[in-house]
C-alpha cells in the first residue's frame, strides 16, 4: 500500500512494507508504512523534519496515524535503550522490580539539562503492571534484540 504523499506530511524517505514487520503484529498490523519527511507543522519560512507511523483501517488512512519530530524519535529509543538495559540488569535484584525508596533508573543528559528516567510510582496497579511489562519484554526479546542489534551496528557506521 503506498504512503499518501497529498496530505500535510510530506514523505521523503518511506517504508512502506511496515506492516509486515510491526512486532507482535505483523502482517496483521494497521501500521503500514513508517516515513521521513517535511513535517505537517511546518510554518512558513521554518521547516522541520519528522518520523509518521502510517495507520490504515482497511479503507482510509487513518487519524490514529503518528507524527514525531526527530529529536522525540530519538529520544524514545533512548528511553527504550534505558529502560530495557534496567530490566535485564537490575530489575531482578528487587522484589517488586523496583527499589520504592529510590524509583529513578537513570539521569541521561541531553541539551544541558537531563532526561530522568523513574519507574511511575503515581500508577496504583504499578506492582502488577510492572510485572506483566517485565514479562512481556522478556516474550520480546528477540524482537527487540535484533532491532538493539541493528541499531548498535548502524551506530557504529555512523561513528558513534
Not at 507524527?67 to 522484589?95: K, S
Amino acid at each position: 500500500m503506498k504512503i499518501p504523499t497529498t496530505l500535510k506530511h510530506k514523505p521523503v524517505i518511506v517504508a512502506e512494507n511496515y506492516d509486515s514487520i510491526d512486532g507482535r503484529g505483523a502482517y496483521h498490523s494497521d501500521a503500514k508504512g513508517l516515513s521521513l519527511g517535511l513535517a505537517q507543522w511546518n510554518d512558513r519560512g521554518k521547516v522541520d523534519i519528522s518520523a509518521k507511523v502510517w495507520r490504515h483501517t482497511g479503507e482510509k488512512w487513518s487519524r490514529q496515524s503518528e507524527e514525531l519530530p526527530m529529536h522525540r524519535v530519538l529520544d524514545l529509543a533512548i528511553l527504550l535503550c534505558r529502560t530495557n538495559l534496567y530490566f535485564r540488569d537490575e530489575a531482578y535484584r528487587h522484589p517488586r522490580y523496583y527499589d520504592p525508596e529510590h524509583p529513578r533508573i537513570d539521569r541521561v543528559g541531553l541539551q544541558g539539562d537531563a532526561m530522568d528516567i523513574e519507574v511511575c510510582t503515581e500508577n496504583p496497579m504499578l506492582e502488577e503492571d510492572i510485572r506483566l511489562f517485565y514479562n512481556v519484554l522478556g516474550e520480546d526479546g528477540e524482537l527487540l534484540g535484533e532491532r538493539f542489534s541493528v541499531l548498535a551496528r548502524l551506530l557504529r557506521e555512523m561513528g558513534y
